[in-house]
């Protein structure tokens, strides 16, 4: 098929109504089940029932597909914290919740393999790479405003020092699905709020709940 036919068919093909922002979320989900290796135009059109070309004209290739898609990452990742944190009455039970949320896509071993693939191709790709970095530098920022707000509400201890400690939680929120996909004991979100739970703990005034509860 010539690129003049191809661009025909992928405007014919284009339903108004199906909004990028659906498409990506499909891509995500292909994502989890194949990893990146085995994501296709195709496969993300059938998850959303629509036609190949109409991501063609949308996103250009499996490449633009994949810069979209990590673009939209970043945009969650500043939206998330918000939206969290007005559904808890305090700021570390929003935060024990926020990393469950961050992880939620890789509930399974194989999900959570798949993803990762997906990490280090951001990682090789300088165009994947900024998006992967901006998502990142949004997470640890939600993370110290969570743990600031939580020492002024005296959650944590005063004087707790927010930049290092927020630095040891989003190095136990990645490391701890790794290690629970290694050895797949439990469910993740439960290991993941073990392990926060023991880094914050310390810093808490005594008598504090139990963060796996909250």
Not at 98 to 119: C, G, I, K, Q, S
Not at 161 to 190: F, K, M, P
Request: with cysteine; glycine share 8%; hydrophobic share 50%.
């Amino acid at each position: 098929m010539n690129e003049h036919l191809l661009m025909e068919v992928a405007v014919a093909g284009r339903p108004r109504g199906v909004d990028d922002a659906v498409i990506l979320r499909a891509a995500a989900e292909v994502m989890g089940r194949v990893g990146p290796a085995g994501l296709t135009l195709a496969a993300v059109a059938r998850e959303v029932g629509l036609v190949p070309g109409t991501l063609i004209q949308r996103f250009g290739s499996k490449s633009g597909l994949l810069v979209a898609l990590a673009e939209q990452s970043a945009k969650d990742a500043d939206a998330l914290p918000e939206r969290v944190r007005a559904e808890h009455e305090t700021a570390l039970g929003a935060l024990a919740a926020l990393v469950v949320r961050w992880l939620a896509p890789m509930d399974t071993p194989e999900r959570f393999a798949n993803h990762l693939a997906f990490l280090c191709t951001d990682l090789a790709d300088p165009q994947l790479y900024e998006p992967a970095l901006a998502a990142h530098l949004a997470q640890r920022r939600a993370i110290e405003s969570l743990l600031a707000e939580a020492v002024a509400a005296g959650e944590l201890d005063a004087g707790t020092d927010v930049a290092v400690l927020a630095g040891s939680v989003q190095a136990i929120t990645a490391g701890a699905g790794l290690v629970w996909a290694l050895e797949r004991r439990g469910a993740l979100a439960q290991r993941l709020r073990h392990e926060l739970s023991a880094v914050l703990t310390p810093h808490m005034p005594p008598g504090h709940d139990d963060l796996e509860q909250s």
